[in-house]
């Protein structure tokens, strides 16, 4: 443990599984204490079990990320507790892959609700509480996708680039407070997931993106991980409003 986040709190979306998990690991060995929020109860019954190891250190909050009460009372559990929060990874996230003219404008919705809608209201309800440690930390998950389209991916794509953006506004709006908030997005590419995984498992479907994947593999978790590990450390205190792309080199092309 080298304790680059030693001292820390950090919430954690969809940290169930996935990116999330494995970001909840890297920070745990970081020495940060870890709030685990997703709505997956069973998954975070696990993952903090994993994580405590036989100490009381972290804890999981069942969190629908899409619902403002939830996040409202989540603050509040959160001061409580630690009385404090220095990180949030705004991770949460799904894709569903269909053309435009298959795609219910109630997909479409779903989409921007758990993507989009999420990060702003994450952002928006810990904000207090990350201005209040004077160094917090915002990460926020995009994707490629919110920096190059791909087809049937509008909703999708759509959310991701909302993302982007919004990162941008906020990390400008904190500086021009001097809240000391730094925001930051990242932008994956292909990762092997647990969402992931189905579709990659099928031969053509892998073949294709491999294709356009200059590393010619999959991403896994724990390599998004590093990176969000360190946007929320303050080895990047001068980095605030950066995209950080981490998808292989498709996006070098």
Known sequence: ????????????????????LAT?????????????????????????????????????????????????????DIRTRYGRLDILVNNAGF??????????????????AVNLDSVFLGTK???????????GAIVNMSSMRGLVAGPNSGAYSAAKAGVRLFSKATALECAAARNGVRVNSVHPGH????????????????????????????AQ??????????????????MTGSEVTVDGGVTAQ
């Open 125 to 135: 309800h810990a904000l207090p509480l990350l201005a209040e440690s004077g160094r």
């Open 191 to 218: 990762v092997e997931t647990p969402l992931t995984a189905p579709a990659y498992a099928n031969p053509d479907i892998a073949k294709e993106f491999l294709a356009h994947t200059p590393l010619g593999r999959f």
């Open 1 to 20: 443990m080298s304790g680059r986040l030693s001292g820390k709190v950090a919430l954690i979306t969809g940290a169930a599984s996935g990116i999330g």
């Open 24 to 76: 909840a690991r890297r920070f745990a060995e970081e020495d940060a204490m870890v709030i685990l929020a997703d709505r997956d109860a069973a998954g975070l019954t696990a993952a903090l079990a994993e994580l405590q190891a036989g100490r009381d250190r972290h804890l999981a909050i069942t969190l629908d990320v899409t619902i403002e009460a939830a996040w409202i009372a989540a603050m509040k």
């Open 221 to 238: 978790p724990r390599e998004i991980a590093g990176v969000i590990l360190f946007l929320a450390s303050d080895e990047a205190s001068y």
């Open 95 to 112: 894709g569903r892959f269909r053309s435009i003219a298959d795609t219910t404008l109630d997909e479409w919705r779903a989409t921007l």
